[in-house]
């Protein structure tokens, strides 16, 4: 009896499906699309002209004659919906603007509204751009951050900017019981469309300085009593099961890029959309390198993006989004 041939290699060939950017593309396990990307934008009160931030190249703080067309432009490149966050010329020890109807946040949301056709609009639902101190909500008399009295203030935060017209409300002050209280609020308002993005995972980040400046936040020490340990994963399942529990319609991790063993975790126990958010540090990085030529920023931010999407978020903030947008257009996706 002959003996069998000893198996040539390779038996197979991976490659064959790495040929030609026509067979990459057809074999894709992860695509981007204009509709997973979300916009964050900045308005500040009394800007008679769009200020260019000095630590995000390309970002600004809005007028209301910018922000909407920067609204209009997201919506007719099919992005899939706008982050406000508000800038105000006062602020005080317990947030009073953010409560304010006729405050710079609502304005915005008005504006954002009027000039979206329809484009979802998201607003921040937090108390650190309104607070002189800088911390996501209230202090007591120790000069601690407190979770129950703030709850409170958000669920009158919230009722202002859904009657301004948010259609969803990003809820990121990592307070117990935020989405709860949040929801209640809304729903005895009459608000009950309106969606609640719940910051599930929010980490302690370094990677937020850069939006510090785009707030100029007045922050005295950290949110480390708060905000999310680095360190920890699991942590973060516990959180997102409890906003799961009251109510959340969207679960966000921030950062993303640091944290997408976590967005991955999140997105296969949730069952709603996972968010994960392309952060301020994060984006600098990338524009930094690209700047002196380390990386070519194109595919630089195409990668990153792809890495979130592939990560399991449906839905990614990020300042790139309408530039990502109009290249996708530019090559047919």
Not at 149 to 160: F, I, K, P, Q, S
Not at 218 to 242: I, M
Not at 260 to 265: H, N, P, T
Request: proline share 5%; charged share 20%.
């Amino acid at each position: 009896m002959l003996a069998s041939p000893a198996p040539s290699f390779p038996v197979a060939r991976p490659r064959r499906l790495r040929t030609t950017p026509g067979i990459r593309r057809l074999v894709a396990e992860t695509r981007l699309h204009a509709a997973d990307l979300v916009q964050p934008l900045f308005v500040a009160e009394g800007l008679t002209r769009p200020r260019a931030l000095t630590l995000m190249p390309g970002v600004v703080q809005h007028t209301r004659d910018s922000l909407q067309a920067a609204v209009a432009e997201a919506a007719e490149l099919g992005v899939g919906g706008v982050m406000l966050f508000a800038v105000p010329e006062e602020r005080d020890a317990v947030g009073s603007g953010a409560v304010d109807p006729d405050g710079i946040l609502a304005q915005a949301i008005r504006w954002a509204v009027e000039a979206g056709d329809g484009l979802p609009v998201i607003a921040d639902l937090c108390l650190d751009e309104f607070t002189d101190h800088g911390h996501c909500g209230v202090l007591d008399e120790r000069g601690r951050v407190d979770n129950d009295a703030t709850l409170e203030v958000y669920g009158e935060m919230a009722r202002v900017l859904a009657g301004a017209g948010a259609h969803v409300l990003g809820a990121s002050g990592m307070m117990d019981g935020q989405i709860g209280a949040t929801r209640a609020a809304l729903d005895a308002a009459g608000h009950e469309d309106t969606l609640l993005l719940a910051y599930a995972a929010k980490y302690a980040s370094a990677f937020y300085g850069p939006f510090r400046e785009a707030v100029e936040s007045a922050l005295v020490g950290d949110r480390r009593t708060y905000q999310q340990d680095p360190a920890n994963g699991r942590e973060a399942l516990r959180e997102v099961a409890l906003d799961l529990a009251e109510g959340a319609d969207i679960v966000m991790v921030k950062p993303a890029l640091t944290y997408l063993d976590v967005v991955a975790a999140v997105a296969a126990v949730a069952s709603v959309p996972t968010a994960a958010y392309l952060v301020s540090g994060e984006f600098a990085m990338v524009e930094a390198a690209a700047a002196t030529g380390a990386i070519d920023r194109r595919t630089a931010i195409v990668e990153a993006l792809t890495s979130v999407r592939r990560a399991g978020a449906s839905v990614i903030a990020t300042y790139w989004a309408a530039e990502v947008a109009r290249w996708l257009r530019e090559e047919g996706h």
